[in-house]
């Protein structure tokens, strides 16, 4: 929850994955941050990012970057994004990885999901998640169906 400084400067996150190796990210609200919620770069492998929500980053909900490889991002609500849900940044060259099975919406109703060169995308719903939050006290639902379906089963964001 306002992870970075404000104004941003495109190096505030809540989470850097940067040289992680066969780790995991999952479980985690993240909530209105500076630059990106989960930020997989510059060269992470082999990396789960699962089960997450990631509501309202200023710039980008989740990216790859760098030589990241075998990133696995499924299963995760990435939601009303300033820029983007989910990108690649520029000069990405990494392989393997995937952006699967997640909900994502932007406030404009479309997926916010671009820049995916040489990254498998698919299956992902765009849906409002009818989100029921209690910001300051760190809870929040996915009420919307379609977009709760995409988590995992015993999910702390299903209703």
């Not at 929850?1 to 400067?9: E, F, M, S, T």
């Not at 075998?70 to 990435?78: A, I």
Request: net charge negative; proline share 5%.
């Amino acid at each position: 929850h306002h992870c970075g400084q404000l104004p941003r400067n495109n190096h505030e996150h809540c989470l850097y994955v940067s040289h992680l190796r066969g780790g995991t990210v999952t479980d985690n609200l993240i909530y209105d941050s500076a630059d990106r919620g989960i930020q997989n770069s510059s060269a992470p492998q082999n990396v789960t990012v699962s089960g997450n929500l990631v509501v309202a980053t200023h710039d980008t909900g989740v990216n790859v970057c760098g030589t990241a490889q075998g990133v696995n991002v499924h299963n995760n609500v990435v939601v009303l994004s300033g820029n983007d849900d989910f990108t690649t940044c520029p000069g990405y060259n990494g392989s393997a990885n995937s952006f699967t099975d997640n909900c994502t919406w932007m406030a404009d109703g479309t997926s916010g999901i671009v820049g995916t060169d040489n990254v498998m995308v698919a299956t992902n719903v765009t849906a409002d998640p009818q989100l029921q939050a209690d910001w300051s006290a760190g809870t929040a639902k996915v009420a919307n169906p379609a977009c709760a379906a995409e988590l995992p089963p015993g999910s702390r964001f299903l209703p």
